[in-house]
């Protein structure tokens, strides 16, 4: 059974930076997908950073500039590097890939448990 687990939320001054870390409990045959969603208090889930198969990122426009993502094959890792933060950047932040396990396998969403940002002004 696939578990990704998110890591290096916390609580942070406004104009700080975290590091945000999401472990797959194992290793994919292949992945085009893999995300880092924001949900706020009030607000519909937001897709803040990608990474997709070839290797290409996109960013929302609220965190472009700030927010870097980045994976470690080798580690079954991906991660978000967070700078620069704002108030608004306040959320649950959830990682989510999209992969299959094995060469025969269809290619499934999993998501983690997410961890709390909070940005204190």
């Known amino acids: 059974q696939v578990q990704l687990v998110e890591s290096g939320g916390g609580l942070v001054q406004a104009g700080g930076s975290l590091r945000l870390s999401c472990v797959a409990s194992v290793r994919f045959f292949s992945l085009n997908f893999m995300g880092w969603y924001r949900q706020a208090p009030g607000k519909q889930r937001e897709l803040v950073a990608s990474?997709?198969?070839?290797?290409?990122?996109k960013y929302a426009d609220s965190v472009k500039g700030r927010f870097t993502i980045s994976r470690d094959n080798a580690k079954n890792t991906v991660y978000l590097q967070m700078n620069s933060l704002k108030p608004e950047d306040t959320g649950v932040y959830l990682c989510s890939v999209r992969g299959a396990t094995s060469s025969w396998g269809n290619l499934v969403n999993y998501w983690g448990q997410g961890t709390q940002v909070t940005v204190s002004s």
């Open positions: 990474i997709h198969s070839g290797g290409n990122t």
